[in-house]
């Protein structure tokens, strides 16, 4: 079984910043793609950004610029840096890891940003 736990959200205010770091546990041989999603109230969960196990990546346009996505394989971990937060960052943010072709989903943070 393959935990994962997302740490580092919370309040900031527009223009802040918020560092999520995402640690994968359990039985890993290894990990693929690496991603955060986020789900605001009565939205779809969207993707913000993913990561390849090389380090390829890709964005939302909604964050190009704004956010960074990075990993260590050797800690199994993916973080996100979000720099200048607006309020419409704000939602639940969830890691996914597709763990030999099988994914799993952390149980989420919450990034509220006031205005």
Same mark, same amino acid.
């Given at each position: 079984?393959?935990?994962? /736990?997302?740490?580092?959200?919370?309040? /900031? =205010?527009?223009?802040?910043?918020? %560092?999520? #770091? *995402?640690? &994968?546990?359990?039985? $890993?041989?290894? $990990?693929?793609?690496?991603?955060? +999603?986020?789900?605001? @109230?009565?939205? =779809?969960?969207?993707? /913000?950004?993913? $990561?390849?196990? %090389?380090? #390829?990546?890709?964005?939302?346009?909604?964050?190009?610029?704004?956010?960074?996505? #990075?990993?260590?394989? &050797?800690?199994?971990?993916? +973080?996100?840096?979000?720099?200048?937060?607006? @309020?419409?960052?704000?939602?639940? +943010?969830? *890691?996914?890891?597709?763990?030999? &072709? $099988? @994914?799993?989903?952390?149980?989420?943070?919450? /990034?509220?940003? !006031? !205005?």
């Amino acid at each position: 079984q393959v935990q994962l /736990v997302e740490s580092g959200g919370g309040l /900031v =205010q527009a223009g802040g910043s918020l %560092r999520l #770091s *995402c640690a &994968a546990s359990g039985s $890993i041989f290894s $990990i693929n793609a690496m991603g955060w +999603y986020r789900q605001a @109230p009565g939205k =779809q969960r969207e993707l /913000v950004a993913a $990561i390849s196990r %090389r380090g #390829s990546t890709n964005y939302a346009d909604s964050v190009k610029g704004r956010f960074t996505i #990075s990993r260590d394989n &050797a800690k199994n971990t993916v +973080y996100l840096q979000m720099n200048s937060l607006k @309020p419409e960052d704000t939602a639940v +943010y969830y *890691c996914n890891a597709d763990v030999e &072709a $099988i @994914p799993y989903w952390g149980q989420g943070t919450q /990034v509220t940003v !006031s !205005s």
